[in-house]
């Protein structure tokens, strides 16, 4: 049994699930659903970084008279689905290999702001938004990682209608429109609640048009971790999902390309 089974096995077992089955029978019964887009050329990057590249250094038959294919890529942190650690934006706060891996998983709470963000393109979720969920489902659970479903994730990796531009460098930060956290909510989740971390179908926890990125120095300031350009939220429930989300372990990272999947266990 490797780490990442094991690791699963006790969430379920935490979150009650598996007092009636045989542990891994949950894991074997489980709908797994990825939150993740394919890196490629066409992957989303802030308007001043470099998208990624990916580059053939063999593909064919070889001199020995087999197949063999071998390649090689490039790319900045922060682009495409991906994590951000929290010395980001917090001095001395953890990179990408000192956050713990126990703060790497936890229970999914989706937030649906879909219809708000669709007639205003810079939509911050609020206090309020948060509120709402508690009340339909609860309070928001300890160690919860919460995801933002703004509806931008059917864009994607559309520049235009995702980001609000096609301009590159200064211009295109200057032109960013898409939604994001409220500062205050930012700050309601550090204080009130105790979580993991946010993720959104957007390229950034602020929103497109933020010039202080508030809500990035508020949850990292916390050691809290952050994901962004997410895929399928749609596909998850409100509630009951468990979030796996392992990104890349660059020594001294700011952030770094993302796997993020999440777990729908059967009732």
């Not at 990179?95 to 939509?123: F, I, M």
């Not at 350009?229 to 952030?255: Q, Y």
């Given at each position: ?12 077992l935490i979150a009650g699930c ?105 939509y911050q979720v609020s206090i ?140």
């Amino acid at each position: 049994m490797n780490r990442v089974t094991a690791l699963l096995i006790g969430l379920i077992l935490i979150a009650g699930c598996a007092h009636h089955r045989d542990r891994l029978s949950v894991l074997k019964e489980g709908r797994w659903i990825d939150l993740t887009w394919s890196f490629d050329e066409q992957s989303v990057y802030w308007p001043t970084n470099i998208p990624v590249r990916h580059e053939t250094v063999f593909e064919g038959m070889n001199d020995k008279g087999y197949y063999y294919s071998s390649f090689k890529f490039s790319a900045e942190e922060h682009g495409g689905t991906h994590f951000d650690a929290p010395i980001h934006f917090a001095k001395g706060a953890n990179s990408v290999e000192k956050v713990p891996v126990e703060q790497l998983v936890g229970e999914g709470v989706v937030v649906d702001v879909t219809a708000k963000a669709a007639v205003d393109r810079d939509y911050q979720v609020s206090i309020e938004d948060f509120q709402s969920w508690e009340e339909k489902n609860g309070r928001i659970p300890d160690g919860a990682i919460v995801l933002l479903n703004t509806g931008f994730a059917q864009y994607y990796p559309d520049k235009l209608k995702y980001t609000g531009t096609m301009l590159a460098g200064a211009a295109g930060v200057e032109n960013l429109h898409f939604p994001g956290l409220h500062p205050d909510a930012a700050k309601w989740l550090v204080d009130q609640r105790k979580i993991k971390a946010v993720g959104l179908d957007t390229p950034s926890i602020d929103f497109g048009q933020s010039k202080d990125f508030m809500s990035h120095r508020i949850l990292y300031a916390r050691n809290l971790t952050a994901y962004e350009n997410l895929a399928n939220l749609n596909s998850l429930p409100a509630k009951g999902s468990w979030i796996i989300a392992l990104p890349m372990k660059i020594r001294g990272g700011s952030g770094a390309p993302l796997r993020i999947v999440a777990l729908i266990v059967k009732p």
